[in-house]
């Protein structure tokens, strides 16, 4: 291994704490709010995902969770323990929406209804609760809205404490691209794996930086031990500083169903309807589902080595 390249990394640590940009990073983040229990028993759909979804490399063979995420148009919402190394911030508890802007619903017989959220969440220890307060109005006129509050409560994921690499003496550690041997805490309520993702965006240790992003996407189970698949690391060059992102956790999906559909309400009179949103808050949820999810993100800067000469 060369010397210098040693030497020079308290140098780069400081010019690539945060090297991944706040898009890339709220991508990720957001990912963990559709965790569904997977099925081994799945067919390939590797070659589905590669097809639709913004990754180089796609390594897990079974319907993923994690990357269904990215094919669905849901509102989700999310609380998250979030680490980033290396960072002088400890662990802290975060939110994010995806899909949650106002919406115009145009609906049966001409009726306009716009949905409006409003998501906080309360992380206290293993647990998880969303209290959600949705309104909705007919014709967007305040004068006909409606007003809905309601309380989930759900396991929170185990924050993440990563075993090796080491990076309490050695922030940035350099890792050899083949038989990496990943250790974490396991999280033994979580049956959904850990989402492992390699990301370059062309920044090099000895060389000028790169017109270039890759990533590469795998899933592992969550037993606290994993040797990566060394293609996790295709086409990321040595001495890349490469971030290495874990994500794992929890979610429910909520679609409103009750003692009367939206469509055995919207066959109702204009006025009827808007009577069955009022007495019905699960009627509300269905003009628009949503998935609540809690979970964890963990992300390690790291430098890629190929050439240990």
Same mark, same amino acid.
């Given at each position: 291994m060369h010397r210098q390249t040693i030497e020079r990394q308290a140098d780069i640590i400081k010019t690539v704490r945060f090297i991944t940009v706040m898009k890339t990073k709220?991508?990720?983040?957001?990912?963990?709010? /559709? #965790?569904?229990?997977?099925?081994?028993? @799945?067919p390939n759909y590797r070659s589905h995902y590669e097809q639709n979804l913004p990754f180089d490399n796609v390594l897990y063979n079974g319907k993923s969770p994690y990357l269904d995420w990215f094919l669905s148009n849901m509102e989700s919402f999310a609380s998250y323990a979030s680490q980033i190394n290396p960072s002088d911030e400890a662990m802290q508890y975060e939110e994010s929406a995806t899909r949650a @802007?106002? $919406?115009?619903? /145009? #609906? !049966?017989?001409?009726?306009?209804?716009?949905?409006?959220?409003?998501? !906080?969440?309360?992380?206290?220890?293993?647990?998880?609760?969303?209290?959600?307060?949705? /309104?909705?109005?007919?014709?967007? $006129?305040?004068?006909?809205?409606? /007003?809905?509050?309601?309380?989930?409560?759900?396991?929170?994921?185990k924050p993440f404490q990563l075993i090796r690499p080491q990076v309490d003496n050695n922030p940035m550690p350099l890792c050899y691209y083949s038989d990496? #041997?990943?250790?974490?805490?396991?999280?033994t309520k979580n049956k959904n794996g850990v989402m492992v993702v390699a990301e370059w965006t062309g920044s090099l240790l000895e060389e000028s930086s790169q017109n270039k992003r890759v990533v590469n996407v795998d899933i592992v189970e969550d037993k606290g031990r994993a040797v990566l698949n060394e293609k996790l690391f295709d086409s990321i060059p040595d001495g890349a500083l490469v971030s290495l992102w874990l994500v794992r956790g929890n979610m429910m999906t909520i679609n409103g169903a009750g003692k009367i559909t939206l469509d055995e309400a919207l066959n109702r009179s204009p006025e009827e309807f808007v009577q069955l949103l009022k007495t019905n808050p699960e009627l509300c949820t269905q003009l628009r589902p949503y998935t609540l999810g809690a979970g964890a993100v963990y992300r390690l800067s790291m430098v890629l080595i190929r050439n240990l000469e």
């Open positions: 709220v991508l990720f983040f957001a990912a963990i709010i /559709t #965790l569904v229990a997977c099925n081994s028993n @799945e @802007e106002d $919406d115009l619903l /145009t #609906l !049966k017989n001409d009726i306009k209804i716009r949905v409006h959220d409003e998501p !906080k969440w309360n992380t206290e220890g293993d647990q998880a609760i969303l209290l959600l307060t949705r /309104t909705v109005s007919r014709d967007i $006129d305040p004068a006909n809205e409606i /007003t809905h509050a309601y309380s989930y409560e759900m396991s929170a994921a990496f #041997l990943l250790e974490w805490n396991e999280d």
